[in-house]
């Protein structure tokens, strides 16, 4: 399992965070699935753009540079867009919406890191 942690705090921000780097992965992500939890969210590594085609809700869009830092973030984008990104983005992350000013409390310019729990 991997979380979304913010490295300051040691604060968790997702718990649950799915990780795709293939082309088919990346091109799947949340297409026709049904509304996940609240803290759950997926990760698209070495993404410079994303689509919401075959989404069944709204998504909140977190743009990454290289080293995890937030460059810019899109709230709520509708099934079927293909939103725009910001210059130099690398990762990008996708999260279910769940209310106006979205799940995660991250600015332009805050830094995150992944957490590897290990399983037994």
Do not use: W
């Amino acid at each position: 399992m991997i979380s979304l942690v913010e490295p300051q705090t040691g604060r968790i921000l997702l718990h649950y965070l799915k990780v795709r780097s293939t082309f088919f992965g990346r091109l799947r992500g949340f297409a026709f699935m049904v509304k996940p939890g609240s803290y759950s969210g997926m990760l698209f590594l070495d993404a410079g753009r994303v689509h919401t085609f075959g989404t069944l809700f709204c998504l909140d869009l977190y743009f990454f540079d290289q080293s995890l830092r937030l460059q810019d973030l899109r709230l709520c984008v509708p099934p079927n867009r293909c939103p725009s990104s910001p210059r130099g983005t690398r990762h990008i992350l996708e999260v279910p919406h769940t209310g106006r000013s979205g799940l995660l409390p991250l600015s332009p310019g805050d830094q995150v890191s992944l957490l590897y729990h290990v399983q037994r």
